[in-house]
Each structure stands twice: as structure tokens, then as C-alpha cells.
């Protein structure tokens, strides 16, 4: 079993920046991939971004303001989040494939005054 639990959300001013962090703990053997997704009030949940191995890909919406990274030793991903506009305002899920099963965090709410 695999342990997701994100920290970092809160209010911010539209332009402003946040960085989200998502901990991972337990039975890691094999990090398959890790990333990051957003559910706004009555939308779907959508990709942000994702590592998996070497490669980082991001959604239109998170391309050139928002950046995922992952530090290895502390098995921990972070999302930092730069010139926020009230539309990314959105609950955000850490989700991380270990071994080939999928885990999903508690999520982390993010919201974004205009």
C-alpha cells in the first residue's frame, strides 16, 4: 500500500503563485509515474501534469506557468504553480502509479481570487 497526501493549497490572488507538495510513503518499489490532477465543481477531473521516467508532460491549460517535479530521495512531487488565473481554481489530486496500481491523494484546494 501506497500513502498519497498532498499539502500546499490555499487562497491566492489571481497572478499569484502557489507550490503544492505530494508525500508518498509506504510500500514504494517501483515509481511508475507520479502527477497531478484538478477537479473543479461540476467538471470532470482533468490531467495537469505527469512524470514518468525522464519525460514531463503538462495539459494546454498548464504549459509555461506551472512546473512538476519529483525529489527521489524524499519520494515527494511538487507542483509549483506560477501566474494563477481564477479558472485554475479547482480541487488538485496527487496520483501516483507504484508497481503498476494506481493511488490517488486526498486532494488539496485550490482557490484563485479575480
Known amino acids: 500500500q501506497v500513502q498519497l497526501v498532498e499539502s500546499g493549497g490555499g487562497l491566492v490572488q489571481a497572478g499569484g503563485s502557489l507550490r503544492l507538495s505530494c508525500a508518498a510513503s509506504?510500500?514504494?518499489?517501483?515509481?511508475?509515474?507520479m502527477g497531478w490532477y484538478r477537479q473543479a465543481p461540476g467538471k470532470s477531473r482533468e490531467l495537469v501534469a505527469f512524470?514518468?521516467?525522464?519525460?514531463?508532460v503538462y495539459a494546454d491549460s498548464a504549459k509555461g506557468r506551472f512546473t512538476i517535479s519529483r525529489d527521489n530521495a524524499k519520494n515527494t512531487l511538487y507542483l509549483q504553480m506560477n501566474s494563477l488565473k481564477p479558472e485554475d481554481a479547482a480541487v488538485y489530486y496527487c496520483?501516483?502509479?507504484?508497481?503498476?496500481?494506481?493511488?490517488w491523494g486526498q486532494g488539496t484546494q485550490v482557490t484563485v481570487s479575480s
Open positions: 496520483n501516483g502509479v507504484f508497481s503498476s496500481v494506481t493511488y
Open positions: 509506504g510500500s514504494i518499489r517501483s515509481i511508475n509515474r
Open positions: 512524470i514518468s521516467g525522464g519525460i514531463t
